[in-house]
């Protein structure tokens, strides 16, 4: 009889933890009724507003004109927050700080053309990718060139220095046959002489390569060579803000947002 009442008592204690585990885990996810788990998100939704750090000065990302804040970041932190019901606030911040602000509790959100960084996951959370800034190979709109094996022999341009130019070398280092040109200072340089035919292709970053391909007819991007994944970045703690940007992403890319912002600030 002690025995059967021990049960009964064991599965009573069992079936009201799961029903407290439920309740904490619907409270946590809707956001009303309780308290939420994310101290981050909460807090945000009580002040009305998202607090993004971002780097000033590094167009088209985030730049100062007039006094405003704008850019390509400054945009898409706005189109997130207000996803959310917020208002986003900025917190201007040099570039090697970033993190630092996310950790002392300054900031709720890194929008700063941000290099996908898993080393630094001990003290943040990553967004889904929104842009690649990786290395593509930019070719005239009709030329027949698909990818890195249609260059042979071909007049490849890059900027001197580059990450493009790097990237070319150790092509060539690995028996690629093109002729490598890397007189050019800027990639806009190596893109022009693309433009009027005095090179096959230029290697640059995917930033260079849609800025010229938007300003004026008449080249392409053939393919990727190599990614370097964009994010934003999060507190640890963040979870739950860290699944409502993510949508809120995915939102947006669905309505060819993305579209909208590279028509606007990569030009």
């Known amino acids: 009889m002690i025995d059967r009442h021990l049960r009964l008592w064991f599965d009573g204690l069992a079936v009201s933890v799961l029903l407290l585990y439920g ?3 619907w409270s946590s996810a809707s956001g009303q009724g309780g308290a939420t788990l994310d101290p981050v998100l909460a807090a945000a939704r009580e002040r009305g507003t998202l607090r993004v750090a971002v780097d000033v000065g590094f167009r088209p990302f985030a730049d100062a004109v007039g006094g405003e804040l704008v850019g390509y970041d400054i945009d898409l932190a706005r189109a997130v927050a207000a996803r959310m019901g917020l208002h986003a606030e ?23 053309a941000l290099p996908y960084a898993p080393e630094q996951g001990f003290r943040a959370r990553f967004s889904s990718v929104y842009f690649d ?3 593509v190979l930019v070719v005239p709109a009709d030329a027949p060139i698909s990818g890195s094996a249609d ?8 900027a001197l220095g580059s990450d493009g130019d790097a990237l070319a070398r150790r092509m060539r280092r690995d028996g690629a046959t093109f002729t490598l040109l890397s007189t ?14 005095h090179l096959d292709a230029v290697i640059t970053d995917n930033l260079a390569a849609l800025t010229a391909v938007q300003a004026a007819p ?21 979870f739950q803000l ?23 600030w990569l030009r």
């Open 23 to 25: 309740l904490l885990a």
């Open 90 to 112: 900025f917190v201007p911040t040099g570039f090697d700080a970033l993190y630092d602000a996310l950790t002392s509790g300054r900031a709720d959100l890194i929008a700063s």
């Open 133 to 135: 800034g990786g290395q």
């Open 151 to 158: 260059l042979a022999q071909r007049r490849v341009g890059v």
């Open 184 to 197: 050019y200072d800027e990639p806009a340089q190596a893109l022009t002489d693309l433009r009027a035919g």
């Open 218 to 238: 008449g080249l392409r991007i053939a393919v990727a060579l190599t990614s370097e994944p964009l994010v934003l970045a999060l507190p640890r703690p963040a």
């Open 242 to 264: 860290e699944a409502a940007v993510n949508q809120a992403l995915a939102e947006l890319r669905a309505e060819d947002f993305f579209g909208t912002l590279n028509r606007t």
